[in-house]
């Protein structure tokens, strides 16, 4: 607690806690809110109502002592230690693998609450806090929080299709990590990872496949990702046709020897209306170029391999 030398309630923060004196000898304690930039005191617990009562503005008022009791930093850092509980056992982590173990160890703890939804908020809270840290993506965290629950019931190393309804997703919704994505520096979470040199040469590789289909001038882009995601996904295509009229093509591998088998299906219902906008959008010339990067896919990669 430290006394004011001089009562000036201008100097005073958002959710501070002190306590004044007035001239009558009246005292108040509580958590000054500011309002048109103004001061007031809302003062809460024993002797006041329910709903509380606020005293004010303090620039008004015959202040004779003012005393801080908490400052905002202090009331915040309180307000996060009840946020958070009691923390995960385990050093602070200040390396890569020290943050990824960190996060994996919160992860499982958070998969082992049960039914104790308090607890369960509480170490979500301890997640989030680190991952923030690092600004990990939120498909990426899912996927930490799904594998740590599927590792309670399995020992095996998990595949997506194990910790999702199904063997891909939305990259906004589920995707594996890298390694340097719980690295502490910046720079290097932000360093894009090259694929692999066989997904790179493969014409008909997901997304060589995707750069024909936009030389050709379709609106394709990448709806879902496997795991890898070279191996496994969905392009969604959209036709020239008003209403909705797109086509989805999937790369499917189930092993990494053998090649990507391309399968296209109209992405509509079956609806009268469904099915006029399916037979416009068959009759396109873009319907036509689909199929071509479909057969074809890069075919460019092939002559630039064959001079190599």
């Known amino acids: 607690m430290c006394p004011a030398d001089a009562v000036d309630p201008g100097r005073l923060?958002?959710?501070e806690v002190i306590r004044i004196e007035l001239a009558d000898g009246t005292r108040h304690t509580g958590s000054v809110t500011i309002i048109a930039r103004k001061h007031y005191l809302v003062c809460r617990g024993a002797g006041y109502p329910l709903h509380?009562?606020?005293?004010?503005?303090l620039e008004d008022l015959a202040i004779v002592d003012l005393t801080t009791l908490q400052t905002r930093a202090e009331v915040y850092e309180e307000s996060r230690r009840r946020m958070i509980g009691e923390r995960i056992p385990g050093a602070e982590p200040v390396t890569r693998d020290d943050i990824e173990h960190r996060l994996r160890t919160i992860g499982r703890a958070k998969a082992g609450c049960g039914d104790d939804w308090s607890r369960e908020l509480?170490?979500?809270?301890?997640?989030?806090?680190?991952?923030?840290?690092?600004?990990?993506?939120?498909?990426?965290?899912?996927?930490?929080l799904n594998e740590e629950r599927f590792r309670l019931r399995s020992n095996r190393d998990p595949e997506m299709r194990d910790i999702w309804v199904a063997d891909v997703a939305s990259p906004s919704c589920l995707a594996r990590p890298r390694p340097q994505d719980f690295d502490p520096d910046p720079r290097t979470r932000r360093r894009r990872?090259?694929?692999?040199?066989?997904?790179?040469?493969?014409?008909?590789?997901?997304?060589?496949v995707l750069k024909a289909m936009k030389q050709l001038g379709l609106k394709a882009r990448i709806d879902r990702l496997g795991d890898p995601p070279h191996l496994r996904g969905h392009i969604l295509v959209k036709m020239p046709i008003k209403g909705r009229a797109q086509f989805v093509a999937m790369a499917e591998r189930d092993d990494p020897a053998n090649p990507i088998r391309w399968?296209?299906?109209?992405?509509?219902?079956e609806s009268k209306a469904g099915l006029r906008r399916h037979r416009a959008a068959v009759a396109t010339p873009e319907y036509a170029a689909l199929l071509a990067a479909l057969r074809h896919g890069l075919a460019h990669i092939q002559g630039e391999l064959a001079l190599s």
């Open 263 to 269: 399968r296209l299906v109209w992405d509509g219902n």
């Open 52 to 57: 509380g009562h606020v005293e004010g503005p």
């Open 13 to 15: 923060e958002e959710r």
């Open 122 to 144: 509480q170490v979500t809270r301890q997640f989030e806090e680190l991952a923030d840290r690092i600004g990990l993506a939120k498909a990426k965290r899912q996927w930490i």
């Open 193 to 208: 990872s090259p694929l692999p040199p066989e997904a790179r040469s493969d014409p008909f590789g997901l997304h060589n």
